[in-house]
């Protein structure tokens, strides 16, 4: 079992940055791949990026490509999330999740994913 918990969202004017966290429980961390999402209300949950366990491959959605980067320290069982260049459409709650299955690619369907946090809210003022 992990356990995932994310922190640094808060409230910050357009083309401004935030850093997020996603500190993980478990000695099983550095095999896991791990995702990043966001739900907007009254959408669905919405594929971020996601970084393989050695952080040897890092794939984001088209809306975050260029802004959003993401990184992993596996000695410090932490995933990060850094978003630059921030827009109000970028508001939602942002969640990690942790993909178990050492499959060799990224996995971008939020049932591909075994564990999750709880959700940071960011909310982007324009």
């Known amino acids: 079992q992990v356990q995932l918990v994310e922190s640094g969202g808060g409230l910050v004017q357009a083309g401004g940055s935030l850093r997020l966290s996603c500190a993980a429980s478990g000695r099983t961390f550095s095999t896991y791949a791990m995702g990043w999402f966001r739900q907007a209300p009254g959408k669905e949950r919405e594929f971020v990026g996601a970084?393989?366990?050695?952080?040897?491959?890092?794939y984001y959605a088209d809306s975050v490509k260029g802004r959003f980067t993401i990184s992993r320290d596996n000695a410090k069982n932490t995933v990060y999330l850094q978003m630059n260049r921030l827009k109000p459409e970028d508001t939602a709650v942002y969640y990690c999740?942790?993909?178990?299955?050492?499959?060799?690619?990224?996995?971008?369907?939020?049932?591909?994913?075994?564990?999750w946090g709880q959700g940071t809210q960011v909310t982007v003022s324009s």
């Open positions: 999740a942790a993909d178990r299955i050492i499959r060799g690619v990224i996995v971008v369907r939020p049932q591909d994913y075994d564990y």
């Open positions: 970084i393989t366990w050695s952080g040897g491959s890092i």
